[in-house]
């Protein structure tokens, strides 16, 4: 399924992504964080701390192969993207919020993606971790070339020529969406014969997990007194990962085309899941104001 194509394309494609997500950055996305910190650690949390464990445990439930296994762990690593701002805005969230937990995620992932993965190798896949299939220091900088080095350079461009920035964000999502489905077909085109298969082990185990990530990133940040707007934020950005970056560590800097697997369904499955919690929650939020709304009409009247 790997090919000298996949291999060249898919840093390409997570480049285009990346600059794309830099162009609707600026530097005070960054300072809103520190206007709303406690917020931003909850989600923070949900995302660094509680998802790895809840990979964690359902690879074990599920008894996944220790490669599927090192792929549902780097997934679980790898930030929210602007899908999830897509997808915040359309279901009522704080979309601000969604632009700011992008941009630090994206930044924290280059440390954390790599750390997780390398436990999750070393605990699942010890013989292959010794012959260097880990994410030693060379491709941790090659991990960073390919994440921060366009967003930092889509920053500068936006601060540079603003209209060009805003003119060029809708191409360039558009030119990043296409470039990644046609790249993905191909990997898939080319492992066809495996696909059934991959399914089978992975798709369940995907599915939960994209279900669960929805959910706490709505519930907890709700339990922890955040309003309904920034916890829908939180949902959607934590339960939506970017699965190109997943895809392409998984390939191009791990020369692990099965590792890259359950990024691959999952991107699949998290839009249709992601719209029906989004509806869910909306829907919920709808009926809660209408009983607000009639028991306040009927004390008024009394």
């Given amino acids: 399924m790997n090919s000298p194509l996949v ?46 464990a809840i990979a964690f445990g359902l690879v074990l439930l599920f008894d996944l192969p220790p490669t599927l296994a090192v792929g549902m762990l780097l997934l679980a690593s790898s930030p929210g993207g602007t899908t999830a701002n897509l997808l915040s805005h359309l279901f009522g969230g704080d ?10 995620n994206s930044i924290i992932a280059v440390v954390t993606a790599p750390l997780i993965t390398n436990f999750a190798i070393d605990y699942f896949e010890p ?19 390919m994440i921060l080095i366009p ?40 492992g ?4 059934p298969g991959y399914l089978l082990d992975v798709g369940a185990v995907t599915f939960v997990f994209c279900l669960l990530s929805l959910t706490v990133g709505y519930f907890v940040p709700r339990w922890l007194g955040v309003d309904i707007r920034q916890a829908i934020a939180c949902s959607m950005e934590i339960g939506i990962h970017n699965s190109a970056i997943a895809i392409t560590i998984a390939i191009s800097v791990l020369d692990s085309t099965e590792i890259s697997v359950p990024a691959g369904v999952y991107g699949g499955i998290m839009l249709p899941v992601a719209g029906a919690v989004g509806w869910l929650i909306t829907r919920r939020h709808t009926a809660v104001r209408t009983e607000e709304g009639d028991g306040l009409s009927r004390r008024i009247r009394h």
Avoid at 98 to 103: D, F, Y
Avoid at 127 to 141: N, P, R, T, Y
Avoid at 155 to 179: E, K, Q
Avoid at 192 to 195: E, I, K, R, T
């Fill in 127 to 145: 013989e292959a971790g010794a012959s260097g299939l880990g994410l030693q220091f060379g491709k941790v900088i090659q991990v960073f070339a």
């Fill in 95 to 104: 979309v601000a919020l969604n632009v700011s937990l992008t941009a630090v």
């Fill in 7 to 52: 291999s060249l394309a898919l840093p390409l494609a997570l480049a285009v992504i990346m600059f794309g997500l830099g162009l609707s950055l600026s530097v005070d996305d960054f300072i809103r964080i520190a206007r709303q910190p406690r917020t931003v650690a909850i989600a923070l949390a949900c995302q660094l701390l509680v998802l790895p």
């Fill in 151 to 190: 967003v930092i350079v889509g920053m500068l461009v936006r601060r540079l020529s603003p209209d060009f920035a805003d003119r060029m964000n809708r191409p360039v999502r558009i030119g990043s969406a296409l470039t990644l489905v046609l790249v993905i077909a191909a990997s898939v085109i080319s």
């Fill in 192 to 195: 066809a014969a495996d696909l």
